[in-house]
């Protein structure tokens, strides 16, 4: 099995669009809706730009919550996690709550307080962890910024509150690493809310297989799909209330790539940005 880092970029770059909604809050100040909408028909293009803009300038600020989550996935061995999440500037520290629906055993909640308190007793250690999450959140930032030249967008038409705007490769668009590969190679449709011209949906789909090195060195399999749903929670906050990802493929680092997830995040409260370790795991425990 190849290095971790290896493994991370990979997996992941195929949903960079999913992870990337699942790290940004919204900004303090942002393009406003009556910008994008100042000429008289804003085409797909654009509409999407201004949402990028306001989607990028995210990343300058990020305010912390404590949420429920209820995931299925690798991580949790395909078991569903019901899991308190406390947000802080070093990571996020997860408590869990109940496994395929049925609280834990007295063992196992004992188990769970252990491990949180070997963080609070080693906080730089779990930094250290964390920043491997920090560094790919970057890392889709920067990708998501060549969508409007990796990408041709149509058919903006309305959608209740949204406007749905599909999206395809741009053929012209020569990608310059194997994240780009992938990234580039996905077609989809997304949903934008045009009073805050934030985005809500963006689903996504490899519609055949992606060959890197004549599939020597890496193959991802087609119907790969991520989709990611967020919800605003009073302006100008935005977070992720549901995220499915399914990835396969094999490549030459190592046997083969999953990445299968489906979460569900709930019941936002927010908290202070400069909760400590030891601050935060005092409220993941709290009933």
Known sequence: MGHPQHRRAIVWTAAAACVLCGSLAAPRATVHAATAAASPAPTASQMVTAMLDNELAAGEHKDHYVYLSQERSDRTGGHTWTEKVVETNAGKIRFLLAEDGQPLSPARVAQERGRLAQIVADPDGFARKSQAVKDDELHARQLLGLLPRAFLFSDARGEGPYIRIDFKPNPDYQTQTMEERVLHAASGTMLIDPRAMRLHQIEGRLPQ???????????????????????????????????????????????????????????????????????????????
């Open 209 to 287: 297989d992606v060959s890197i090195g004549f599939g020597l060195l890496a193959t991802f399999r087609a119907g790969s799909n991520f989709a990611t749903t967020r919800d605003s929670f009073g302006q100008p906050d935005w977070k992720t209330t549901q995220m499915d990802t399914d990835i396969n493929g094999r490549a030459i680092f190592f046997k083969s790539i999953a990445r299968k997830e489906h979460a569900e995040h709930g019941s936002f409260v927010r908290v202070d940005n400069n909760l400590t370790i030891a601050q935060a795991v005092a409220l993941a425990e709290q009933p």
